[in-house]
């Protein structure tokens, strides 16, 4: 990605990535020691009669044998016409506090790319996986964003144009961790 910026020191991420029995379970905490807040894209949802947040939901990106999971505003691929990109919701995270999440998927861990509309998939195996969380400080964003309430839980609506050059990402350390995982041919 172009311009990107990963680990800013004063935003941390610490993580744990499991592969049960059960599925894949991927815990964070990510730690904003800056003076400013910041919004981190971390609340996928899925369409329902509107928005529904699901915690199992993860875009993928495979590349040989590393799986990245990614949580954040993925940029459209160049000569791609979108009439509405897909955009996570994002939460608050005010200067000097930390918080925790935690998702969890079924392995095969299902493909999600929301520009890609092959309906071929494959199984692939991967023996590498990381983490990577899209975050923006509040002093990038203009307009503001839109706070709205789905399920009880307060998160803000960022639209594409205004985050996709200023987004930031938290990224892990690669882990050894083998799994299965479906992917677009």
Known sequence: MENELINDKNVRLRESIVVTKEGLKVAYEIDNQSNEDIYVFDLMFRLAQGP???SSLVYTVVEDDLL????GVLRIPEGLQVEIPDVPFARRLPAKE?????FKAPIPLPFRQPYEWNDREEMRFTSKIRLRIGYIFEK?????PVMRKIGGVELF???YRQTIDVQRFLESQ???VKMRVLVKP
């Open 68 to 71: 990245t999971l990614f949580l």
């Open 174 to 176: 690669t882990s050894e």
């Open 52 to 54: 529904v947040l699901d």
């Open 157 to 159: 609506s960022v639209g």
């Open 98 to 102: 930390t918080m925790k999440s935690v």
């Open 140 to 144: 990038d964003l203009n307009p503001r």
